[in-house]
């Protein structure tokens, strides 16, 4: 009987020294509001020009900069359905607090990309690549030298046309896509998985080279300490532009 007291008495110890050291998860809300211009220029069969530019407010939606990316990159068609891009972003990101510096990070990246079609459901998947340099801080000030990690995205995006079979000007389309971000590297010791995106919205085409995209998304992103997580309710227009400059003679096999 002491036996059993004794072992029972460890267990229930050590199951209250594992709740006492195991952290809280703690989840912040946010409201934000996400701007953003694609273009993609083909200038040849195998050769084009990539760019995005990303305004991102957060507080109430409006209240405050969050972020701010200028995404340049070159592409190579394999074909008209696969392609690979390489680039360079410059990014910001600006403090909660009032009194903090806005701390930039300079974040080089590759990416495959390819486009399916299965009957109504158009498809649009890509895998990226980044080499993320962020600043370090130094309490509110910028400090010396930069932190660095990589980080694995796939997005999947699939459209589905609210009249007919095709993507077509003046139809428009609904959008669900679903992006899932993973960190790497020597200086990730809790946040393996780095974010979420889950998009629902509608796409209007007003031409074949223009269209714009809004709704909803929520972005679920856990914070470096592990035990910390930021949960984004965030309003999202998007804005996609596509140049084709190649002869009407001139496709990719």
Do not use: C
Not at 110 to 137: A, C
């Amino acid at each position: 009987m002491k036996k059993i007291l004794l072992l029972s008495f460890t267990l229930l110890f050590s199951i209250q020294v594992q709740a006492q050291t195991t952290p809280v998860k703690i989840v912040n809300p946010q409201q934000q509001l996400w701007l953003a211009y694609f273009n993609q220029t083909r200038l040849s069969n195998r050769w084009g020009l990539w760019l995005d530019v990303h305004a991102r407010r957060t507080g109430d939606f409006i209240d405050r900069w969050s972020t701010q990316i200028y995404r340049p990159g070159i592409t190579y068609y394999l074909s008209d359905q696969v392609r690979l891009t390489a680039g360079y972003a410059y990014v910001l990101h600006f403090p909660q607090t009032d009194g903090v510096a806005v701390r930039p990070e300079h974040r080089p990246w590759q990416q495959i990309n390819w486009l399916g079609r299965f009957g109504k459901l158009h498809t649009n998947q890509w895998l990226r690549l980044e080499e993320r340099f962020n600043r370090r801080m130094n309490g509110n000030e910028l400090g010396e030298g930069y932190r660095f990690n990589y980080r694995f995205r796939y997005n999947l995006t699939v459209q589905v046309p609210l009249k007919g079979d095709r993507l077509q000007p003046g139809i428009p389309n609904f959008v669900v896509q679903d992006e899932l971000h993973i960190n790497a590297g020597k200086q990730i010791n809790y946040n393996y998985f780095d974010q979420n995106r889950l998009f629902v919205g509608l796409a209007y085409p007003f031409t074949k080279s223009f269209l714009a995209q809004i709704g909803y998304m929520n972005v679920f992103v856990q914070q470096p300490a592990g035990n910390v997580f930021t949960d984004n309710h965030t309003i999202r227009l998007f804005l996609f532009h596509n140049l084709d400059f190649r002869q009407p003679t001139d496709p990719v096999n």
